[in-house]
C-alpha cells in the first residue's frame, strides 16, 4: 500500500503550513491513498471476473463472502482471542437474508447485506459483555456453544427449513433484476465491492489509536487498565465488529449460493473461518482474502481431484504455514513492524 | 509546595490471611512533595501502592485523592484522577515498538481514543517525541521493545506512566535490576524528565538508601505493614527502628 506522500509523488506542500493546515493535508493525503487503493483493487478484481470463467468468479465471490467472516475474527486476534463460533454470525446473517427475501419479498442484495450484518450485531450485543470478560480457551468454546445452540435451532425450527433449510431466489440490485447469464457477475460484483469497503473500514480501524490499544491489550491488559484504557471495551466493540462482518458475509454467501442451512453454524464451519484468520495473519488485512481464496482453490481441486481428502491437503498446508510463517501469510509484504 | 494533602491515607488495613499487609496507616503527602517509601520484603510498600492505584482494596480505612474518597474505585477511574504508575517489573507491550508504547499510553486517555484517527498521526507523534527526549529514549524510537535492555525498559515504563500527566506518579522500586553506575544517571533522567515545576508528586519505593538520601525529600519507613519512621531523610534513616528492621545497621552492631 503506498503512504500518502508516495500518493503526492512525494511532494505534499507542507512546508510553510500552519500545524493543522499540516495535519489536514495529512489525513486528506492518507485518505485519498486509501480510497484509490480500494478503487484500483476493486476496479481489477471487476476486469478479472468480466473476463474470467464462471467457476473462477463464484470462487472468488465465496473467498470474499468467507473472507468477510475470517476478517472479523482477525478483529478479535489482534486484542488477544480466537473465537470458535463465527459460524453463529455466518448464520444469523444468512437466515436474515434468507427469510427476508423469502418471507417479505425483500430483495436487494445490499440492503439484505445490511440487514444481514445489523441483525448478526444485535444478536451479538447482549453476549458482548459476558464474552468481553473471557479469555483464551473459555472466550473459544463459549463462542462454539452459542454458535451450537444456533445450529440446534436451525435444525429444529421449522421456520428456518430443518435440516435441509430451504432455498434464496435471485437478488436484485438498486431495484434491476440481472438476468440469468450476468447474475453471477453481478452478484461478484456485489460481494467483492462490500468485501472491499470493509477491508478498507478495517484497515482504517486497524491503524487507528483504538486498533493500536486493542494490539496492545493483546500483550499487556493490566498495564493498559493501568494507563485509562478499558480492556472489556475494547473487548466488546471487537466482538460487535467481527459479528457485523460475519453477518454481512452469511448474507452475501447465501445470495450467491442460493441455498441456506444448518451447517452454516456447524463447529466444523467455524472452524474453517478460524483456518483462514491463522492462515492469513493479524496484520494484514488483503491477506484474509488472499487466505481464504487460498482455502476455496484447495478445497475445490482437492474436492476433485481427490476425494474426501481435501482435509489432509488444509491440514498439511495449515501445518507449513505455522512452521515456516508464525505471523501468516500477511508477513510477508507487512514484515514484523507490528 | 502546596500545604494541602493531595493524598490521604487514613486507618488504612490490609491482611492476605494471618499476614498483616498495612496496619492503621496514616499518611498525608502534600503536592509536588517527592517522598520514599523505604522497608524491607514484604513490609507493605507495594500493597500500600497498589491500594493506592486500586489494584487492592483495603479492608479498613480510607484513602482520599484531591479531596476525593478513591478507596473503592477501579483502577482506571483512579487513573483518570490524576494517578499513574511504574512497575517493579516493567509493564510494556513487548511486541510493539517503543514508539508505538507510548502512543498507546496517549491514546489510552479518553480524548486521544478514535476509531478513524491514526495511532501515528503527526501531533500524536510529536507530542510523545517531545518526553521520549526528555527519558532519552528517541535512539530506541522504533526498536521492538522485547529486544530492549533492563534500564532502557525501566525508563520507558515511567515515561509511559507520565504520559497521562499524572498528578501523583507512583514508582515501585524504579532502579531495581539496574546495574549499580546505572542508577544514578538513571533517576537523573527521571527527576529531569519531571521538571523543577513540581507539578507531579512523587512516591517512589526504594530498597537503595543512597538513591533515597539524595532523591527523596521526606522518607517514610514501613515494617510488618506498620509506619516505623515518616521524616526528612536524615532523621528517619537515622531511627533506631529504621537502622533494625530496614538498613540492618543495628543488626551487624
Not at chain 1, 481431484?305 to 501445518?319: E, H, I, M, R, V
Not at chain 2, 494541602?4 to 488504612?12: H, P, R, S, T
Not at chain 2, 480505612?61 to 482506571?76: E, K, N, S, W, Y
Request: hydrophobic share 50%; charged share 15%; aromatic share 8%.
Amino acid at each position: 500500500m503506498t503512504t500518502p506522500e508516495a500518493a503526492s509523488g512525494g511532494r505534499l506542500p507542507l512546508e510553510g503550513a500552519t500545524p493543522a493546515d499540516r495535519q489536514s493535508l495529512i489525513r486528506g493525503a492518507r485518505l485519498g491513498t486509501l480510497v484509490l487503493n480500494g478503487l484500483g483493487a476493486f476496479g481489477l478484481l471487476a476486469a478479472v471476473g468480466f473476463f474470467a470463467p464462471r467457476w473462477l468468479t463464484y470462487l472468488i465471490t465465496m473467498s470474499a463472502g468467507h473472507g468477510l467472516v475470517s476478517l472479523g475474527i482477525v478483529c478479535l486476534m489482534r486484542g488477544g482471542v480466537v473465537p470458535f463460533g463465527q459460524g453463529m454470525v455466518f448464520a444469523i446473517g444468512g437466515y436474515t437474508a434468507a427469510l427476508l427475501f423469502n418471507k417479505l419479498g425483500f430483495s436487494d442484495a445490499l440492503g439484505l447485506a445490511l440487514a444481514g450484518g445489523v441483525l448478526a450485531t444485535l444478536i451479538a450485543l447482549p453476549f458482548a459483555p459476558l464474552l468481553a470478560r473471557y479469555r483464551g480457551i473459555f472466550f473459544a468454546m463459549l463462542t462454539l456453544a452459542l454458535s451450537m445452540v444456533t445450529y440446534g435451532l436451525g435444525m429444529k425450527l421449522d421456520v428456518l427449513g430443518g435440516s435441509d433449510g430451504f432455498n434464496v431466489g435471485r437478488a436484485t440490485v438498486f431495484g434491476w433484476r440481472p438476468p440469468d447469464a450476468q447474475v453471477g457477475y453481478v452478484l461478484y460484483l456485489v460481494t467483492v465491492g462490500v468485501a472491499t469497503v470493509l477491508a478498507l473500514l478495517a484497515r482504517v480501524y486497524f491503524d487507528s489509536t483504538r486498533g493500536l490499544v486493542t494490539l496492545a491489550t493483546r500483550d499487556n491488559e493490566l498495564r493498559v487498565e493501568y494507563l485509562g484504557g478499558s480492556v472489556r471495551q475494547a473487548m466488546m466493540i471487537n466482538f460487535l465488529i467481527a459479528a457485523l462482518c460475519g453477518g454481512i458475509g452469511g448474507a452475501l454467501v447465501v445470495l450467491s449460493l442460493g441455498h441456506i442451512e444448518p451447517q452454516f453454524s456447524y463447529w466444523t464451519t467455524s472452524g474453517e473461518f478460524v483456518f483462514v484468520a491463522i492462515l492469513a495473519g493479524w496484520q494484514s488485512v488483503a491477506a484474509v482474502f488472499v487466505a481464504s481464496m487460498v482455502l476455496e482453490v484447495v478445497r475445490s481441486f482437492s474436492s476433485a481431484y481427490f476425494p474426501n481428502t481435501w482435509q489432509l491437503a488444509l491440514g498439511l498446508f495449515l501445518l507449513f504455514v505455522i512452521r515456516f510463517l508464525p505471523r501468516g501469510i500477511g508477513s510477508l509484504w507487512i514484515g514484523r513492524k507490528r | 509546595m502546596s500545604d494541602a494533602a493531595l493524598l490521604e491515607a487514613q486507618g488504612v488495613g490490609k491482611r492476605f490471611g494471618a499476614v498483616v499487609a498495612a496496619a492503621d496507616i496514616n499518611i498525608g503527602v502534600r503536592a509536588g512533595e517527592r517522598v520514599s517509601l523505604i522497608g524491607s520484603n514484604g513490609a507493605g510498600k507495594t500493597t500500600f501502592v497498589n491500594m493506592i492505584t486500586g489494584y487492592l482494596k483495603p479492608d479498613a480505612g480510607h484513602i482520599r485523592f484531591d479531596g476525593r474518597d478513591i478507596t473503592a474505585l477501579h483502577p482506571r477511574t483512579i487513573v483518570g484522577l490524576g494517578v499513574a504508575r511504574s512497575f517493579q517489573i516493567p509493564q510494556l507491550f513487548g511486541e510493539l515498538s517503543v514508539l508505538d508504547n507510548m502512543l498507546v499510553a496517549s491514546a489510552c486517555q479518553g480524548t486521544h481514543m478514535s476509531y478513524t484517527k491514526a495511532a501515528r498521526d503527526a501531533a500524536a507523534v510529536a507530542r510523545t517525541e517531545a518526553l521520549l527526549q526528555r527519558f532519552a529514549l528517541t535512539e530506541h524510537r522504533e526498536r521492538r521493545v522485547s529486544e530492549l535492555p533492563g534500564g532502557v525498559r525501566k525508563l520507558l515504563d515511567i515515561a509511559m506512566a507520565l504520559t497521562v500527566r499524572p498528578k501523583l506518579l507512583l514508582l515501585d522500586e524504579p532502579t531495581s535490576g539496574v546495574s549499580a553506575e546505572e542508577k544514578f544517571p538513571m533517576m537523573d533522567t527521571i527527576m529531569a524528565a519531571l521538571g523543577s515545576q513540581r507539578d507531579t508528586t512523587v512516591l517512589f519505593v526504594e530498597h537503595d538508601m543512597d538513591i533515597v538520601e539524595r532523591y527523596a525529600e521526606r522518607v517514610i519507613a514501613f515494617y510488618s505493614g506498620r509506619i516505623i519512621a515518616d521524616d526528612v531523610p536524615a532523621q528517619a534513616l537515622a531511627t533506631d527502628d529504621v537502622r533494625r528492621y530496614v538498613t540492618g545497621e543495628l543488626l551487624q552492631e
